[in-house]
């Protein structure tokens, strides 16, 4: 009589990696799906994509992904609460005019300030 065992734990072995593989693809959700009334692309192309961004404060970004990009503060004072995928937290200050060059990165945020804010992204592509 053979053993069981080798295929049944390849397959719940195949098994947990699908599962796994697929939670770290719903983290990993696109900014534009993820807060579709909070982003709008204003141009993509071959090697960037340009986000045009707004929320009020205390409203919740649910997590989402970015490749590598600069952020550039259209409005806004005060500060953004950013939750990585680890669930550490981070806070950084938002300033009217300022430009910030970002690593690529899986967060959720919620922008802590008085009004709305309104930020640009260019994404770069080939830099996940």
Same mark, same amino acid.
């Given at each position: 009589?053979?053993?069981?065992?080798? !295929?049944?734990?390849? +397959?719940?072995?195949?098994? +947990?990696?699908? /599962?796994?593989? *697929?939670?770290?693809? @719903?983290? @990993?959700?696109?900014?534009? $799906? @993820?807060? !579709? #009334? #909070?982003?709008?692309? /204003? *141009? =993509? #192309?071959?090697?960037?994509?340009? &986000?045009?961004?707004?929320?009020? %404060?205390?409203?919740?970004? !649910?997590?989402? %992904?970015?490749?590598?990009?600069?952020?550039? %503060?259209? %409005?806004?004072?005060?500060? +953004?609460?950013?939750?990585? @995928?680890?669930? $550490?937290?981070?806070?950084?200050?938002?300033? +009217?005019?300022?430009?910030?060059?970002?690593?690529? =990165?899986?967060?959720?945020?919620?922008?802590?300030? $008085?009004?709305?804010?309104?930020? /640009? &992204?260019?994404?770069? $592509?080939?830099?996940?």
């Amino acid at each position: 009589m053979q053993s069981t065992k080798g !295929p049944v734990w390849a +397959t719940v072995g195949m098994a +947990t990696a699908v /599962l796994l593989a *697929l939670t770290g693809t @719903a983290q @990993a959700q696109d900014a534009v $799906k @993820a807060a !579709p #009334n #909070n982003f709008k692309v /204003l *141009l =993509e #192309n071959d090697r960037v994509r340009v &986000l045009d961004f707004h929320a009020t %404060s205390g409203q919740k970004i !649910p997590m989402h %992904s970015h490749p590598a990009y600069i952020s550039y %503060s259209i %409005s806004g004072a005060g500060k +953004t609460k950013f939750t990585l @995928a680890d669930g $550490k937290t981070t806070e950084r200050p938002a300033a +009217t005019g300022q430009a910030t060059w970002h690593e690529a =990165e899986t967060h959720a945020s919620e922008y802590e300030g $008085k009004g709305e804010t309104h930020v /640009l &992204l260019i994404e770069l $592509k080939g830099s996940k």
